[in-house]
Nanobody
């Protein structure tokens, strides 16, 4: 069982930055690929980024490439999402998720956090 708790969301103006954190319980954190998804009102949950267990491999959704960076600290059981040059269209609830292998499909993830709201004003 994996429990995930996100933090770091908030309200920011366009062009600003936020760093999200996701703290995981359990002793198998480094065995899991971690991912960030987001869901805007009235829209489906969409993939944002993923990182391999050791942190060597990352993959991003096209709309956030060059602006967002996913990273992890296995000693702290934490994964991060650094978000720069934020745009109003980045407004959403951001969720972290965990699974043993990588995927950009939300339906394949069994473990989810409760989400953290990010609001970007124009």
């Amino acid at each position: 069982q994996v429990q995930l708790v996100e933090s770091g969301g908030g309200f920011v103006q366009a062009g600003g930055s936020l760093r999200l954190s996701c703290a995981a319980s359990g002793r198998t954190f480094s065995s899991n690929h971690m991912a960030w998804f987001r869901q805007a009102p009235g829209k489906e949950r969409e993939f944002v980024a993923t990182i391999s267990g050791g942190g060597q491999f990352t993959y991003y959704e096209d709309a956030v490439k060059g602006r967002f960076t996913i990273a992890r600290d296995n000693a702290k059981n934490t994964v991060y999402l650094q978000m720069n040059s934020l745009k109003p269209e980045d407004t959403a609830v951001y969720y972290c998720a965990a699974r043993r292998t990588s995927s950009d499909y939300a339906g394949k993830y069994a473990y989810w956090g409760q989400g953290t709201q990010v609001t970007v004003s124009s």
